[in-house]
């Protein structure tokens, strides 16, 4: 199974095993894009090993699903023994009307009627946010931000929110909408975050679907409670706020561009450039700090 992707700019996906995360050396699926090609974000798709990949080219962006091909029956042992090599089972192009990909996730979409399947999100560097079947390709939905254009978007674990983070200091939440026979019926506007006073540049949700933690140009976290009856007109409330604990030589607190909570709900990991800092997601307190991590 395999649990680390990483899209480098000769064109290359390749896709780690991490059977044992203190071995100095991992085995590797090897994925070369089609000529021309320069994958900008990379997403698992229906199970593992399957995997979304966001392209950029001259002609525009490009979504491609690689899923292991299928084993002939050839008794060949060699190659059995070989790792799978990855095929194109779907693909579309020119997904965002040319504009550059710059955040893909998926997830399985539990909530609800939802039935399982993975669905992908992918955000444009304009103001389109569009959702995907991940084993289909097909397109399930589109939502506009309105907000001149995005930072980036993702979607909850439970398959039920998407959230997206722009240039502006709200955050705008979205509600995957469910019919019986487990199809995406409507996505609709359903909440909006207020409380930053600057840009927010990254967005998680917790695991449970509950809560979302924000990093904000104006130098704070916040976590914020939605899990409220917004149909009621229930706002989000504000959980927490912290102060990002990253500051240059002359004092001038950084920003994170990117954040992510650990399954267990407790450890905030978020980088500055090649700064990487772990924090508690209960306190804000630092727990590490690894400069030059990529």
């Keep these: 199974m395999y649990r680390h992707k990483v899209a480098c700019v000769d064109g290359v996906v390749r896709v780690f095993k991490l059977d044992d995360a203190s071995s100095k050396s991992f085995k590797f699926l090897r994925i070369n894009l089609p000529a021309g090609c320069h994958p900008t974000a990379v997403a698992f798709s229906d199970?593992?090993?399957?995997?979304?990949?966001?392209?950029?080219?001259?002609?525009?962006?490009s979504l491609y699903m690689y899923g292991e091909e299928k084993s002939t029956a050839t008794g060949d042992?060699?190659?059995?023994?070989?790792?799978?090599?990855?095929?194109?089972?779907?693909?579309?192009?020119?997904?965002?009307d040319k504009r550059a990909i710059i955040s893909l996730v998926g997830t399985m979409a539990t909530y609800g009627s939802a039935d399982g399947s993975t669905i992908v999100a992918s955000s444009s560097e304009g103001t389109d946010i569009k959702l995907w079947h991940g084993k289909t390709g097909k397109v399930l939905g589109s939502v506009d931000t309105n907000q001149l254009k995005n930072n980036m978007a993702t979607i909850s674990p439970n398959g039920r929110f998407v959230a997206a983070a722009a240039?502006?200091?709200?955050?705008?939440?979205?509600?995957?909408?469910?019919?019986?026979?487990?199809s995406v019926k409507e996505v609709?506007?359903?909440?909006?975050?207020?409380?930053?006073?600057?840009?927010?540049?990254?967005?998680?949700?917790?695991?449970?679907?509950?809560?979302?933690?924000?990093?904000?140009?104006?130098?704070?976290?916040?976590?914020?409670?939605?899990n409220v009856r917004y149909h009621l007109d229930?706002?989000?409330?504000?959980?927490?706020?912290?102060?990002?604990?990253?500051?240059?030589?002359?004092?001038?607190?950084?920003?994170?561009?990117?954040?992510?909570?650990?399954?267990?709900?407790?450890?905030?990991?978020?980088?500055?450039?090649?700064?990487?800092?772990?924090l508690s997601a209960e306190t804000g307190q630092v727990l590490d700090t690894a400069d030059r991590a990529s």
């Design 77 to 96: 042992m060699k190659q059995q023994a070989k790792l799978p090599l990855p095929e194109i089972k779907w693909e579309h192009h020119k997904v965002h």
């Design 188 to 226: 609709s506007k359903v909440m909006q975050l207020k409380g930053h006073k600057s840009a927010v540049t990254w967005l998680c949700f917790s695991p449970n679907s509950e809560q979302i933690i924000t990093a904000s140009k104006d130098g704070s976290i916040r976590i914020w409670n939605i």
């Design 47 to 61: 199970d593992a090993s399957s995997l979304v990949v966001a392209t950029e080219a001259f002609t525009g962006s």
């Design 234 to 278: 229930e706002d989000p409330k504000t959980l927490k706020v912290f102060p990002i604990p990253l500051h240059d030589s002359s004092g001038t607190t950084l920003h994170y561009d990117r954040l992510i909570i650990s399954p267990d709900g407790k450890i905030l990991a978020a980088t500055h450039g090649s700064t990487l800092q772990w």
């Design 167 to 182: 240039f502006t200091a709200d955050v705008k939440i979205w509600e995957i909408v469910y019919s019986k026979d487990s």
